[in-house]
């Protein structure tokens, strides 16, 4: 994805008429009023809890092993890991981009869902080479490209079908993914922020603040479980995963969930 290159950019009409959100044929972008902006409805999340329940509940197991085996200081909560997942698992993305990746956490739940898709490619990026130590390697196997270096000097990954981001949680550096990176995206494609809501709303100048203003100008919504902001769609989550037999920690500070996700 060369700098530069505006092709791929397309207007929020565009983005709201060929978008067509998997499992839920009744809420095509093609059938809403130009003017709406455009959510995944939470009952398609619900779904793909339902769909794919068997299989997270077998991919918690084994994260909850490995994190009783390596130090890799966890910053996703459950439910944030969880729901990148099962995107990743219901978009089948041949590629996904991780920006931020610590010691490994976001990472090998990303793996995980690539390995159980039997597709894909992960591309990650860190300043720190941690994870690349801290990554089982069957996990890794053929499927995990990571570079340590500033994202911002790439090469980006072309055509990423999820991407990630839990690195400089600055308004700069949200300007910079929201126009180098979203702005090329594919509809259909899916990003995840973490740290945009601590609270109700972001504060006023903060990496949640740009990317709420870049996603209101394309005229997409977007998803939390964070307690603080959305305790509605919070609740009926953890409800449904005492239903599902996926309630038990994987990691025991799983509570905040300050993560949004948007699904373009
Ligand atoms: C909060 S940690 C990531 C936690 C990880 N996602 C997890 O689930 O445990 C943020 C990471 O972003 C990395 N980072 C910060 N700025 C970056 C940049 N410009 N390019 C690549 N990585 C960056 C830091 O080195 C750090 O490891």
Redesign the pocket.
């Known amino acids: 994805m060369p700098p530069g290159n505006n092709d791929a950019r397309l207007s929020p009409q565009s983005r709201m008429e060929t978008w067509v959100p998997p499992g839920s044929p009744d809420a095509r972008p093609s059938q809403r009023s130009r003017a709406e902006t455009w959510m995944l409805p939470l009952d398609t999340l619900v779904s793909w809890y339902r769909t794919y329940a068997d299989d997270l509940r077998a991919a918690r197991d084994a994260q909850r092993e490995l994190l009783a085996q390596r130090p890799m200081?966890?910053?996703?909560d459950d439910l944030e890991a969880e729901i990148s997942y099962l995107t990743i698992r219901a978009l089948r993305p041949r590629a996904v981009l991780e920006?931020?990746?610590?010691?490994g956490?976001?990472t090998t739940w990303l793996l995980r869902a690539l390995g159980d898709n039997g597709v894909g490619e992960l591309h990650t990026?860190?300043?720190?080479a941690d994870a690349a130590a801290a990554v089982p390697r069957e996990l890794a196997a053929d499927r995990w490209r990571f570079t340590r270096g500033?994202?911002?000097d790439g090469p980006l990954p072309d055509d990423p079908g999820f991407v990630l981001v839990?690195?400089?949680h600055t308004a700069r550096?949200a300007r910079w993914y929201t126009t180098t990176l979203f702005e090329r995206l594919r509809p259909g494609a899916a990003v995840a922020v973490h740290d945009v809501f601590h609270g109700r709303r972001p504060w006023p100048v903060s990496e949640g603040a740009v990317v709420l203003g870049w996603l209101r100008r394309h005229g997409i919504g977007h998803l939390t479980a964070s307690p603080a902001a959305d305790p509605d769609t919070h609740d009926r989550l953890v409800g449904l995963k005492h239903k599902l037999r996926l309630a038990a920690p994987v990691h025991a500070a799983a509570s905040a969930n300050p993560m949004l996700f948007a699904y373009l």
């Open positions: 200081r966890p910053r996703l920006i931020g990746s610590a010691r956490w976001s990026f860190d300043l720190t500033d994202v911002r839990d690195a400089a550096f």
